[in-house]
């Protein structure tokens, strides 16, 4: 393990906000790669901004609530900060800031022009009426209108938010400016701005670079199989993306548990029955249950962890039998269960990579919307796929030539792409 500032004996400043362990330590094996100038790391390891905003809303039974909103901004070295706001119970500080610090990295692999950045509020949005969800929406929206916008720092959803609540947050942002400023947020609906191809792009990325490393081995979806964790946006369209090229796919789950059937299930018929059932996958009769912990340790040839973090640790890996697994989700696997899948020969395509096929359409969007000329869905796939697959081969070459695994393949470019930028922008100003 290799935390940052133990290795370069980067002192901490009295503010240092850290994120968790984990992304310290990738940073710290990158800087260590990259015989990164320790300024320059002291620069990187510490978000530069971190917003935490009260948000007092009435609820509809008249009490009203206050709750904390935070927005951390991790990085703009290269453009304006992007990611996206998270509405869910487990959401912290720590958390969003090591969110922030991924998306800085996963936006300088891509080669887009974007920073980092992640917003979230520690709530369950099942426990709030929409318009509730709404006034929140809006009055953290307002709360932070001097910190966002198309060149400063551009918000798009992410667990428990979606295409409605980027709406809200547009308009807010627009009334208060007094004209409509759609670049204000990506992953909106088409009829404001959004792209075609923003719905299913995280999963077509996911799809795009599971194929690609498929294709090394001499192998394609057709000859394997496959378990996924979360059916909500991201797993619903990578199952979906993965089932159309012919995988069997083994399993699924939610919240709510796993369905299972060795045959291969249907999955039009899961997102159908997700659709008419409000997302969830309770009570689905046609397949067999599962708990979530089994899913991960069934015996399939890829795994795609699609919820939250922290999935897989040092406590079940030993007994993933997946060959790859594949991060549709932000840190689902833990630092020691990286190191173990490594030392077993499993496969981990890195989260950085993995999963970014939704802010690479989000850059798409957003290039949409500077230039006011909308494409089609076949041409807005194609650009992210050209994006997926050349970030691919860069850092399946890179591990290659290191003898590294992907993960520490692709931060040594990622972060290497930042320290660049940084060092040619001028440190001491
Ligand atoms: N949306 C994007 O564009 C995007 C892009 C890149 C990466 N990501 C990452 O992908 C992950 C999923 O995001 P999302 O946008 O798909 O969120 P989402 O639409 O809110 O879906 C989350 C899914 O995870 C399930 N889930 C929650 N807790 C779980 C648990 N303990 N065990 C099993 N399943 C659980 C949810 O089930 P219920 O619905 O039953 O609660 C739901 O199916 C996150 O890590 C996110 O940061 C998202
Ligand atoms: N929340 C997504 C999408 C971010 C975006 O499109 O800005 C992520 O983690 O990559």
Known sequence: MVLTKTVLNAAPSPAYICPTARTCSYLGQAAVDLQMDPNILR????PRKVITVSIPVQLDNGEVQVLAGHRVQHCDVLGPYKGGIRYHPGVTLE???????????????????????????????AQYSVR???????????????????????????????EREMAWMMDTYSMNKGYAVPGVVTGKPLSIGGS?????????????????????????????????????????????????????????SDVSGGLFDSNGLDIPALMDYAARN????????????????????????????????????EDNCDR????????????????????????????VLPDILANAGGVVVSYLEWVQGQSYVF???????????????????????????????????????????????????????
């Not at 009055?139 to 428990?160: F, M, N, W």
């Not at 996911?206 to 964790?229: H, N």
């Not at 369209?237 to 159309?244: G, P």
């Open 43 to 46: 620069m990187l390891e510490q």
């Open 95 to 125: 958390e969003v800031s090591s969110l922030a610090m991924l998306m800085t990295w996963k936006c300088a692999l891509l080669g887009i022009p974007y920073g980092g950045a992640k917003g979230g509020i520690a709530i369950d949005p």
């Open 132 to 162: 509730e969800l709404e006034r929140i929406t809006r009055r953290y929206t307002s709360e932070l209108i001097k910190d966002i916008g198309p060149a400063i720092d551009i918000p798009a959803p992410d667990v428990g938010t979606s």
């Open 196 to 252: 075609k191809g923003r719905k299913l792009a995280t999963g077509r990325g996911v799809m795009i670079v599971v194929r690609e490393a498929l294709a090394e081995r001499g192998q394609s979806f057709k000859d394997v199989t496959v378990a996924i964790q979360g059916f909500g946006k991201v797993g619903n369209a990578t199952a979906y993306l993965m089932y159309e090229e012919g995988a069997k796919i083994l399993a699924v």
């Open 278 to 313: 409000r997302g969830s996958l309770a009570g689905f009769m046609g397949a067999q249950r599962i708990s979530n912990e089994e899913l991960l340790t069934l015996p399939c040839d890829v795994l795609v962890p699609a919820a939250l973090e922290d999935q897989i640790t």
């Open 320 to 347: 993933i039998q997946a060959k790859i697994v594949a991060e549709a989700a932000n840190g689902p696997v833990t630092l020691v269960a990286d190191q173990m899948l490594h030392h077993r020969g499993v496969m």
């Open 375 to 429: 494409w089609d869905e076949d041409r807005v796939n194609r650009e992210m796929e050209g994006l997926m697959v050349k970030a691919y081969q860069r850092v399946s070459e890179n591990a290659r030539k290191m003898s590294v695994p992907m993960r520490r393949a692709a931060y040594m470019l990622g972060v290497g792409r930042v320290a660049e930028a940084l060092s040619d922008r001028g440190l001491y100003p």
